[in-house]
């Protein structure tokens, strides 16, 4: 589609000179038609990139697609009601400044439009648009304080077991051989089509043993298909080959006797064959509380003014969603949170001078970074973890990097300090040993279980700026201080009310473009509700 030309000849049609007596200056339509609209038109340039310049019918308005796509994610409405909405819903016409004869468009509409903006900057036009509106006004402004947290996005598929996934994976493949027509040179294309398409298994009824027989076949029949496509170049370039070749490395081990079930499935496998992007992944180290097929969001937002302070009853918060970055679902925090400051730097909003996180975010290498870059990271740290049971932990241990000695509850001092690197990634620890020192020592069945009887401790290369937090912690200036990321908590429950905690669609491009939107969509309320309580407190300093 080409570049729609721009309309802007007033008429006696248009909403806003119609319905004007309607729409008083505080309503949430008349705000958005008169802040958040013009916003959005600020972006028509970057907008008119996702279209061909001079080739095809003209398109939709982009401004206007970009408009309707965002009121859509602010009041939860699909597809279908929006494009309702934009034919007979007075509000949103007077909004998008549109006239009261306008007709709308097909709801297939707003998919092509997720689809050109799912291509174009990750996603982001529509959230960089309000951002930018934001810092503007001054309401968002580059570097100051932050605070940042994680949350677990549902993928917008349903939990399977392994035998699900191969089997679901094996009738993808098969379909998509038919669609290409070459069923034909497939010997066994019968008996595959009626074992994996036109069967209909009551699973619930079915003996473990039946399941196992199963899953065995069914690696014997992926081998088969994977060494038939070697010959079919064809189907080797279509993503249902990949998955299948995919699904066969993670569930099966090629042996003498054939394709064997592995017993354990790796980080990272797929998890549902209609979204191979979806990771299982979880919370506590138990894999029993919280657990999750999906994705992971990273939120980071400005810490409002006086942010320790209560504010008034009904007094909305003045900050706003700077960043909501997607990652895997088994990306660690402290990967996640690098991904956020690297594109908050890309996008001119620049590394946070002050940022406020919770005890997933700090290690000490993270604390180190940090102080490199003139950077306050704020934060618990967490306890050490002894997998031994109740013994001494890091903590109870004076640890001086420096001096490369460390001294033991008992008050001993190690004898023995090794740098330990690690090739591959470059990690740099400590280990200390008290080698003899430990043989007659009173507190030996508290400090270590080894056989030996002596205790070794390995700590990071900056164990003592995790020691220093660990003991800042306890200081009422830091608990003072922390109050400030409270209010993270707050902005990730109104995500999740806003529908962010399910992705509406499949796949990791167009899961960060729904998360994207939510964001973009809770600023603009947010802006809206600010711009009506300074009104309103406004009419009531005049009175």
Known sequence: MSIPQQD??????????LAQD??????????????????LQATREDLCQLYCLDNGRPGIEPVLMAGVTLLQFMEKAPDRRAAENVRLHL?????????????????????????RLT??????????GIL???????????????????????????????????????????????????????????????????????????SKDSLKTKFHQAGHDMLALLDWAKNQPDIREHPQYELLQRVFNEQYEL????????????????????????????????????????????????????ATSERKKGQPTTGFLTEVTTT????????????????????????????YVDGGYISDDTLAAAQAQDQVLMGPARPSQNSSGNLFTAESFDVSIANRQAICPAGHTSTQCSRLENQQTGQVDYRFEWSYLCDDC?????????????????????????????????????????????GIEGTISEFSRNGGRRSRYRGFAKTSLCNYLHGAAINAKRWIRLLQYQMAEAAISVQ
């Open 8 to 17: 802007h000849q007033a008429t006696f049609y248009d909403t806003s000179f």
């Open 22 to 39: 309607l729409f008083d200056a505080k309503d949430r339509y008349e705000i958005f038609r008169r802040e958040i609209f013009p916003a």
């Open 91 to 115: 509000g949103w016409k007077h909004a998008l400044n549109l006239t009261i004869d306008y007709a709308g468009f097909h709801p297939t509409s707003l998919v092509i439009f997720r689809d």
């Open 119 to 128: 291509d174009h900057k990750d996603g982001r036009l529509i959230f960089d």
């Open 132 to 206: 930018q509106a934001l810092h503007k006004n001054g309401l968002v402004k580059r570097r100051g304080k932050q605070r940042l947290d994680s949350t677990h996005i549902l993928g917008a598929v349903a939990r399977m077991g392994r035998l699900e996934v191969v089997r679901e994976t094996i009738r993808l493949f098969l379909e998509a051989v038919e669609k290409m027509g070459l069923q034909i040179s497939l010997k066994d294309w019968s008996l595959f089509y009626e074992r994996y398409v036109d069967s209909d298994i009551a699973w619930h009824k079915i």
């Open 255 to 306: 042996t003498a006797q054939g394709p064997q079930r592995r017993k354990h499935e790796a980080s990272g496998v797929v998890k549902n064959p209609h979204d191979p992007d979806v990771q299982w992944a979880s919370k506590d180290r138990d894999h029993k509380k919280t657990n999750w097929e999906g994705y992971k969001a990273q939120i980071a937002e400005t810490v409002p003014a006086g």
């Open 328 to 355: 895997e679902a088994i990306a660690s925090d402290f990967a996640g949170r690098e991904v956020v400051e690297k594109k908050q730097d890309e996008h001119g909003l620049g590394r946070a001078d002050e940022q």
């Open 442 to 486: 009173p507190l030996q069945s508290q400090c270590t279980k080894a056989r030996s009887g002596r205790r070794m401790l390995v700590v990071g290369e900056h164990h003592d700026l995790l020691q220093s937090r660990r003991h800042e912690m306890q200081t009422k200036a830091f608990q003072k201080a922390m109050h400030q990321r409270n």
